[in-house]
């Protein structure tokens, strides 16, 4: 039997799985999409992991990240929950030992994370302006008519980049519509696109930031090869797409799962046939104190199983064997 560490990354836009060896080598990876569902998507994860590593496997222990982390880590039986940051530090510093810069760039969000000597330092994350995100990108995909996936191709191709503002996601729509319509080359206009998506970032999420290199690029985004070109030319430095890119979150988590699964000396997972269980996710909003409190309550078969929300632990019934 392989023993084998699961993580796993659950947010807005996507939910992914990664299983790693005791060398941290990646055996298997699911990446899919959310679409609203954090409960449906952690189960399919599940099983379609499972399914791809087979039954010659012990799972030793499990980790989740990302906004939905708790969630994920009461369905499956979390030996450690921990932020985004943690998650995405760890793993670069698995992949780029030396790395000092950590450029993220999810659909909904993005953050930077500055580390020193392996010990993250400073951060910082934007979730408020689309501009500097994935979603930006495929908004103005579906305008210019190219496939998302070739926009970093097609960027390339660009000897001219047009100027687009990039100062919000509202300006360079109309900026670009502008540049369009005075007949600007499509791959003009992208590789502009690209550029501009890097200024807001780094005017925004790097504003003050000491970016030095090793500088390694991951989330979605880092797929994009204009983007990575642009952010090359910006800050005069090579910048590192891993192999894993958008997958960084859940290797993060598998890392420190398995820390975490050593030192209890066992795993909590509820195994893989936790993909076929039945949970209900249901809230109420609490009227104890001003603060009016929304509690989610997760249940499986009528059996609670965690319920959390609140600022003070009234509500709280959480698993004691997960580390938050």
Known sequence: MKAIYLGVDVGSVSTNFVALDENYQVLASQYLRTKGEPIKAIQTGLRNIGEELGNDVEVKGVGSTGSARTLAGVILGADTVKNEITAHAVAASQQVPEVKTVLEIGGQDSKIIILREGVVVDF??????????????????????????????????????????????????????????????????????????????????????????????????????????????????????PNFFNVMGAIGAAILAKDASKDKGETSFRGFQASDLRYQASSFECSSCPNMCEIVNIKSEEQLLARWGGRCEKWEVLETNVNT
């Open 124 to 241: 910082a994350m934007n979730t408020v302006c689309a501009a500097g995100t994935g979603s930006f990108l495929d908004h103005q995909s579906e305008r210019l008519g190219v496939p998302i996936e070739e926009f970093g191709e097609k960027a390339l191709m660009s000897d001219s980049p047009v100027r687009i503002a990039g100062r919000c996601s509202v300006f360079a729509e109309s900026d670009m519509i502008h540049k369009q319509q005075m007949g600007h080359e499509t791959i003009d206009i992208i590789r502009g696109l690209s550029e501009a998506l890097v200024r807001n970032y780094l005017n925004n999420v790097g504003k003050g930031k000491e970016i030095l290199s090793p500088i390694v690029f991951q989330g979605g985004v880092a797929a994009n090869r204009g983007i990575k070109a642009a952010f090359e030319q910006e800050l005069e430095s090579e910048v590192v797409v």
